[in-house]
């Protein structure tokens, strides 16, 4: 992707200079922002914004800006790293906050907007956090209009201009203009697009000429000239400056001028446009920009960038958020090549897959999990040795304490706990640096398939943290009667469904031997039928299969329907350890099998002991622990064997 004409020692394709804000965006659309009840949270503000709509297009980009000591500097910084952006340019501010955005959709033109910017951390962005050898470890760096509005930000823009333009990098102009940022307007006009301003204007003027690319809407390109009229602003800038220009035309795409401005507004070059239903216009010209810089500094034509441009405003526009909506490069690429039947881009559920998949928190090549979610079984060891059942819950806390100690920190380790008796397990669970936790929703042994607390199942999952899986058990067999199985199959039909509607992972368990016949074909039917009716978990956990074909049938079923999923967990069914290893072993030719999740094999001996009184709480951890590190051993030599 390197451009040969810029300077050889590039380490980063761009950096993004400005604002960086929490959006907190109001769920309840058609409604006023009075009346909005709920809101999403997202990384916001247009450089920010830009930094990870390039990270997900491919680029390699940095945000220079400022966030506050607190805890929305923080989700900024760490957001940022997920989306893999470079923060080295990130300056902690311990006297400012971090700036906020509400907004609320009441219609396809009205976006009630206030900016809670009064001093934050990102205006205090000064000279001296421009750092010259970051500055120029970057191709290109992106300024952005509302940074150019007070004395010490303009400063440190054009001090990052004139660093960039030395060692022969480019300047990319933003014009962002937001008239209440420059104080045109009062805070309940943050929705307001234009106000004319001669002051702006003469300001904006002098940047135009150090521009190597200058991307703006109608309005936008009008403030930046100081004209009235779209083509003499188009002149003027051309006047002052040899950038490329980019106008932004909102349904219609846009046009790109790299030469002389005719008297024809048509006569530049313009991408394939992209028609679909307006849902919410902000953010749409980030993800604009993040798709032409895509096209532009990865050598591409000026017509592809357009195209690249105006598809990801295309997904921004038809979405809620900013930054969350912009496309991964493979979701571009599947939408050029395939299109979308729908008008409004976030109902095609093709395509949201692929946004989903690709954008998911963070990578998992291996689990091996501690289960201890189990309810019914150890319920009945309560009963079995007159134990308190609120005793359970104390049981959990260890069992994760064992699990923490074999993980000692590192990643691939994880539990699977329930709700029922494992809140303070969770809590506990929390205190520990391993970081995979999944959450059952079943109803212990039912069969049809119903949900423990409610079968409202949207309505408790939203009060779940983001990282925590969705965790199903399904008793489902391809050869259950056919009312029995459409039964089962609409319920994790709705789960699946809840689950992509509130952003949590899931994690779908079939067990079918229990009720009919287990042979090479069962399950591969099974996971087939699921698929067939558009369910697309990111993990499934299966039981162990008596035969190497019977691994490469599911493999082929799960790698044909989604090649996005994560993979598959194995379960124990409280097998002996020596007959879990033969099963990791029976799994070496197959590379979707990610891991376990074993529960009784681990913890029924101590469960017994501990609650009957034979067993303190360090020594059933320490049984505990053992247990898992030898099935992890295990584990872990099934898989160098696979790799050799």
């Known amino acids: ?180 940022l420059w104080g045109l307007a009062g805070h309940a006009a943050g929705e307001s697009r234009y106000i004319a301003s001669d002051a702006v204007s003469n300001h904006l003027k002098g940047v135009l000429a150090d521009c190597d690319l200058i991307v703006g809407t109608e309005e936008e390109v009008m403030i930046a000239s100081g004209e009235g009229e779209l083509l003499d602003a188009l002149k003027t800038i051309r006047a002052l400056s040899d950038a490329t220009i980019v106008l932004k035309r909102g349904p219609m795409g846009c046009i790109v001028y790299d030469g002389p401005i005719s008297d024809d507004l048509e006569a530049g070059i313009v991408g394939k446009g992209f028609p679909i239903e307006v849902y919410n216009v902000l953010g749409a010209g980030d993800a604009f920009m993040s798709g032409f810089l895509r096209g532009w500094l990865g050598g591409e034509s000026l017509a592809t ?40 881009l976030r109902k095609d559920e093709a395509i949201n897959h692929v946004h989903w998949a690709t954008t998911r928190r963070n990578e998992i090549p291996s689990m091996m999990a501690l289960a201890c979610d189990h309810r019914s079984q150890l319920e009945d060891v309560a009963a079995r040795t007159g134990t308190d059942p609120a005793r359970i819950r104390d049981f959990k806390v260890l069992a994760v304490k064992a699990a923490a100690k074999v993980a000692g920190g590192r990643d691939g380790y994880g539990m699977l706990i329930d709700e029922k008796h494992g809140r303070e397990a969770m809590f506990e669970f929390a205190r520990h640096t391993f970081g995979w936790l999944g959450r059952p929703v079943e109803l212990p042994g039912s069969r049809p398939l119903r949900f423990e607390f409610s079968q409202d199942i949207g309505s408790q999952l939203v009060e779940w943290p983001l990282d925590h899986t969705i965790k199903c058990l399904c008793f489902y067999h391809p050869d259950d009667p056919a009312e029995l199985k459409a039964e089962q199959q609409q319920k994790l039909r709705t789960l699946f469904e809840a689950a992509r509607k509130v952003g949590r992972e899931l994690l779908i368990e079939i067990i079918a031997g229990k009720h009919g016949k287990l042979d090479e074909d069962t399950i591969p039917r099974a996971l087939e039928e699921l698929y067939a009716i558009g369910i697309k978990p990111d993990w499934w956990k299966l039981e162990p299969q008596a035969s190497a074909g019977a691994w490469k049938k599911i493999e082929a079923v799960i790698t044909g329907n989604d090649p996005y999923c994560r993979g598959v967990v194995l379960l124990g069914l409280e097998a002996p350890l020596a007959e879990l290893e033969v099963a990791f072993a029976a799994t070496a030719d197959a590379s979707v099998v990610k891991g376990f999740a074993v529960g009784r094999s681990i913890f029924a001996y101590a469960a017994e002991e501990w609650m009957a009184g034979r067993m303190n709480d360090q020594a059933a951890v320490d049984d505990m622990a053992q247990r898992f590190e030898q099935l992890t051993k295990a584990w872990l030599a099934a898989r160098d064997s696979r790799a050799a």
């Open 305 to 344: 960038s357009a195209t690249w441009a105006n598809a990801c405003g295309a997904f921004a526009v038809s979405r809620l958020l900013c930054s969350p909506e912009i496309p991964t490069f493979e979701e571009l690429q599947f939408f050029l090549s395939n299109g979308s039947k729908q008008h409004a």
């Open 1 to 180: 992707m390197a451009d040969p004409n810029t300077q050889p020692t590039a380490q980063l394709d761009v950096i993004t200079i400005g604002r960086a804000s929490v959006d907190l965006y109001g769920q309840q659309t058609g409604s006023r922002l009075e009346d909005v009840a709920s809101f999403a949270k997202s990384v916001g503000g247009c450089p920010a914004n830009i930094a990870i709509g390039t990270a997900r297009l491919g680029l390699r980009s940095a945000l220079l800006t400022r966030v506050g000591d607190e805890h929305m500097g923080r989700y900024i910084s760490e957001q940022m790293r997920r989306e893999g952006v470079c923060v080295d340019g990130l300056v902690t501010d311990k006297e400012r906050l971090t700036a906020l955005v509400l907004l609320s959709v009441e219609n396809d033109r009205t976006f009630p907007l206030i900016f809670y910017r009064e001093n934050c951390a990102d205006m205090a962005l000064v000279e001296d956090d421009i750092d010259p050898d970051f500055i120029r470890s970057a191709r290109a760096i992106v300024v952005t209009g509302t940074h150019f509005s007070r004395p010490s930000t303009d400063a440190a823009q054009r001090k990052a201009m004139r660093l960039i333009k030395e060692v022969g990098g480019k300047v990319v102009f933003d014009i962002d203009y937001r008239p209440n």
